[in-house]
C-alpha cells in the first residue's frame, strides 16, 4: 500500500521559514516523479512544485519565485519542501504526492500538512 | 486564476447522473493525454478517481467514468449516492512539467 507521510508544518512569522517532509513507503520510490499541492482554508487545490524520479528536473509554480525548493533523497525515501520567505498568502495544508514515472501527473496523495502563516 | 475551469457546483438527486465539465484556459486539453480527477470530502485529503483521461485505478467505483472532448474533459457519475457529495477537482499535466488544475466543483447530492 502507498504510503505518503508529511510531517514539519506548523505556525510562522511572516518572513520566516520552514522545512516540510514526506516519508514515503510501499513502492519503490526512485521510480517515480513526486509532487507537492497545497489548499488554502476554504479555497481549491494549487500545485506548488515538482521533481523528476531522477531528482535531475525541478518544477516551480511561478507564484513560488525561487522562495521554495524541492527535493528529494531516493536512498532515504524522503521528498522535501524547503520554504522562505513566507507570507500570509502561503497559509495552507501542503500535501505531498506520487506521480508517474515521467510525469507529475499524480497517482498517490498524503494526507496534508497544515502550515500557519501568521503573526 | 486557475489553468482549468470547471462549474462552481452541481446538483441532483440520488439515482440520477450528473456530468462535470473541465476546460483548458492557460492549459490546452486537446493535446493532454494526463487528466485526472480527484474527489475531496470535508476535511479529507484528494482522492484520485480517474487518470489519464478515462482510467479508474483499483478499487474506483465503475460509476466514475471520464472523457475527453476537444479542449474539454468531463466527470460522468452514474448512480448518485450521498457518499458522492464532494468536491471534484481535474487537472492535467502539461508539456512544461507544470500541474495544472481546475478551481474545484461542489456536488451536492439532493
Known amino acids: 500500500e502507498v504510503q505518503l507521510l508529511e510531517s514539519g508544518g506548523g505556525l510562522v512569522q511572516p518572513g520566516g521559514s520552514l522545512k516540510l517532509s514526506c516519508a514515503a513507503s510501499?513502492?519503490?520510490?526512485?521510480?517515480?516523479?513526486m509532487t507537492w499541492v497545497r489548499q488554502a482554508p476554504g479555497k481549491g487545490l494549487e500545485w506548488v512544485s515538482g521533481?523528476?524520479?531522477?531528482?535531475?528536473?525541478?518544477y516551480y509554480a511561478d507564484f513560488v519565485r525561487g522562495r521554495f525548493t524541492i527535493s528529494r533523497d531516493n536512498s532515504e525515501n524522503t521528498l522535501s519542501l524547503q520554504l522562505n520567505s513566507l507570507t500570509v498568502d502561503d497559509t495552507a495544508i501542503y500535501y505531498c504526492?506520487?506521480?508517474?514515472?515521467?510525469?507529475?501527473?499524480?497517482?498517490?496523495w498524503g494526507q496534508g500538512t497544515l502550515v500557519t502563516v501568521s503573526s | 486564476q486557475s489553468a482549468l475551469t470547471q462549474p462552481a457546483s452541481v446538483s441532483a438527486s440520488p439515482g440520477q447522473s450528473i456530468t462535470i465539465s473541465c476546460t483548458g484556459i492557460?492549459?490546452?486539453?486537446?493535446?493532454?493525454?494526463?487528466v485526472s480527477w480527484y474527489q475531496q470530502h470535508p476535511g479529507k485529503a484528494p482522492k484520485v478517481i480517474i487518470s489519464?483521461?478515462?482510467d479508474r485505478p483499483s478499487g474506483v467505483s465503475t460509476r466514475f467514468s471520464g472523457s475527453k472532448s476537444g479542449n474539454t474533459a468531463s466527470l460522468t457519475i452514474s448512480v448518485l449516492q450521498a457518499d458522492d457529495e464532494a468536491y471534484y477537482y481535474c487537472?492535467?499535466?502539461?508539456?512544461?512539467?507544470?500541474?495544472?488544475f481546475g478551481g474545484g466543483t461542489k456536488l451536492t447530492v439532493l
Open positions: 492557460s492549459t490546452n486539453l486537446s493535446n493532454s493525454q494526463y
Open positions: 521533481i523528476s524520479a531522477n531528482t535531475w528536473g525541478t
Open positions: 510501499g513502492f519503490t520510490f526512485s521510480d517515480y516523479a
Open positions: 487537472s492535467s499535466y502539461t508539456s512544461t512539467s507544470t500541474l495544472g
Open positions: 504526492a506520487r506521480g508517474r514515472p515521467r510525469s507529475l501527473s499524480i497517482s498517490s
Open positions: 489519464d483521461v478515462t
